[in-house]
């Protein structure tokens, strides 16, 4: 027997409505990465166009101790917001690699 089917209608509802929200807030949360890594690109061309490194290890020690703190008060495990910018940061460096080597290439490609 399938458990959903046992479950009582109010219960069905607010499992429901909890799940339509989780789907409004990771909609949100991917426009905002979008948003952050529109931002991150316009940094690696300026990094690019005036030679600087694609890494900045003293900025990223900062963003993430901040973003530690910020995880503290809003009662997520800092280990975890870590990680996830860990793993952010690593693909703006990525991206920011690229778009050096293009830019080492001559070329300005508008995916820049």
Known sequence: MNPSAELDEGVRAELT?????????DAAVVHMLAERFKCTQRV???????HLPAADPAREA?????????AEEA??????????????????????????????????????
Do not use: C, M, W, Y
């Not at 409505?17 to 807030?25: G, M, P, Y």
């Not at 061309?45 to 005036?50: F, Q, S, Y």
């Not at 009662?75 to 080492?104: C, M, Q, S, Y």
């Open 17 to 25: 409505a909890l799940r339509d929200s989780i789907d409004n807030i």
């Open 44 to 50: 690696g061309r300026l990094k690019a166009d005036h």
């Open 62 to 70: 900062r963003q993430i101790a901040r973003l530690r703190r910020l």
């Open 75 to 112: 009662k997520l495990d800092p280990a975890f917001a870590e990680k996830l910018l860990n793993f952010i940061i690593a693909e703006v460096i990525r991206h920011h690699e690229t778009i050096a080597g293009r830019r080492l290439n001559g070329e300005r490609a508008a995916a820049d």
